[in-house]
C-alpha cells in the first residue's frame, strides 16, 4: 500500500485548508485510515481516523473544526480544516493499517510523506 499525501500550504488564522491521501496498490486490506501531525519539538499527534465502515474519530484538538471523508471507492481520504488556528501548524501525515481502528501511530504501518500546514496569526 503506497499513501500520497497533498494539499498543504499556508493560511491565516480562521483559514481553511484541504489535505488528500490517495492510497494505491492492495487497499482491499486496509481498514482504517489516519491522519496525524507533528509540530516542531512535540510528539506524534493523533488528528482524525476514518474506518471503511465510515465511522470517524477525531482527536479533542480539532474536534468540531475538522472533517475527514473518503470517497467511495475508498481510494482517496480527505481532511477538510476549518477554522485554522496557529496551534494547527505542524506537518501532517496520512496513515493507514488492517483490521482495527486505532488511535496509536506505532499501529499503522503504511505512511504518507508529511505535507506541512502552516497557519499564521
Known amino acids: 500500500v503506497q499513501l500520497q499525501a497533498s494539499g498543504g500550504g499556508l493560511v491565516q488564522a480562521g483559514g481553511s485548508l484541504r489535505l488528500s491521501c490517495a492510497a494505491s496498490?492492495?487497499?482491499?486490506?486496509?481498514?482504517?485510515f489516519n491522519w496525524y501531525r507533528q509540530a516542531p519539538g512535540k510528539q506524534r499527534e493523533f488528528v482524525a481516523g476514518i474506518t471503511t465502515d465510515g465511522s470517524t474519530y477525531y482527536g479533542d484538538s480539532v474536534k468540531g473544526r475538522f472533517v475527514i471523508s473518503r470517497d467511495n471507492a475508498g481510494n482517496t481520504m480527505t481532511l477538510q480544516m476549518n477554522s485554522l488556528k496557529p496551534e494547527d501548524t505542524a506537518v501532517y501525515y496520512c496513515?493507514?493499517?488492517?483490521?482495527?481502528?486505532?488511535?496509536?501511530?506505532?499501529?499503522?504501518?503504511?505512511w504518507g510523506q508529511g505535507t506541512q500546514v502552516t497557519v499564521s496569526s
Open positions: 496513515a493507514a493499517k488492517e483490521y482495527t481502528f486505532s488511535r496509536w501511530s506505532r499501529e499503522y504501518n503504511y
Open positions: 496498490g492492495n487497499i482491499f486490506s486496509i481498514n482504517a
